[in-house]
């Protein structure tokens, strides 16, 4: 079956924008993971959602970073008034339930901030 | 921030011989997981164990875990100029923890043929 997509492959934005990042999880997963990965560096969790209780927020970097999952199934990402520190790889990841512990990630979105 | 701490950085070997990659960890886990990842992009998942396991294998993987030294050890053998990639390894640290991983800094592996 299809796995994890994300939208768009890569951006490249002006700091101060706004942008979004869309987030398709395998049909049927419940739960759902943001990270982000700067240049050679390892994964930062972000944003965590598992059906319709109240998401976890612990790793986002600041109150600019927000996310919502709609039905329970796409997530979006949104970034407000972007600064040069954002550029990165942003990975979803989705599991068919909280208990599976395998987390089965999209290609991710590069980010650029100019 | 990051749990884990792998080493090496880099590791460079020749196809054919084996591959050691190392990862060590700060606070109690409910299980580490080892991840692959091709140029920069999408990570795929190669083996999980469990915190009561202390060895692992799956095809040319084998993974150890020492929970007394909080560290993991990832060897492929018989590398091929395929198994180049980045290795990361990741830690879930319970139920109470939503099942977020916290990533190692990861490995990146050259395998010249």
């Known amino acids: 079956g299809a796995g994890v997509s994300q939208s768009p492959s890569n951006k490249v934005t002006e700091k101060g924008k706004d942008v979004e990042l869309r987030c398709d999880p395998i049909s049927g997963h419940t739960a759902l993971y943001w990270y982000r990965q700067s240049l050679g560096q390892g994964l930062e969790f972000l944003i965590y959602f598992q059906g319709n209780s109240a998401p976890d927020k612990s790793g986002l970097p600041s109150d600019r970073f927000s996310a919502e999952r709609t039905g329970g199934s796409v997530s979006t990402l949104t970034i407000q008034r972007t600064q040069q520190e954002d550029s990165a790889v942003y990975l979803c990841?989705?599991?068919?339930?909280?208990?599976?512990?395998?987390?089965?990630f999209g290609p991710g979105t590069r980010l650029l901030v100019l | 921030s990051q749990q884990g701490e792998e080493d090496p950085q880099a590791l460079s070997i020749q196809e054919g011989e084996n591959a050691t990659m190392n990862c060590s960890y700060k606070t109690s886990i409910n299980n580490l997981q080892w991840y692959r990842q091709n140029s920069g992009r999408g990570l795929v998942h190669l083996i999980l164990i469990r915190s009561n396991e202390r060895e692992k294998h799956s095809g040319r993987l084998r993974v150890t875990l020492d929970t007394s030294k909080k560290s993991s050890s990832l060897l492929i053998t018989a590398s091929r100029a395929a198994d180049t990639a980045s290795y990361f390894c990741?830690?879930?640290?319970?139920?109470?923890?939503?099942?977020?991983?916290?990533f190692g800094q990861g490995t990146e592996l050259s395998v010249k043929p």
């Open positions: 990741a830690t879930e640290g319970g139920y109470n923890q939503g099942g977020k991983l916290i």
């Open positions: 990841a989705s599991s068919p339930t909280r208990r599976v512990e395998t987390q089965y």
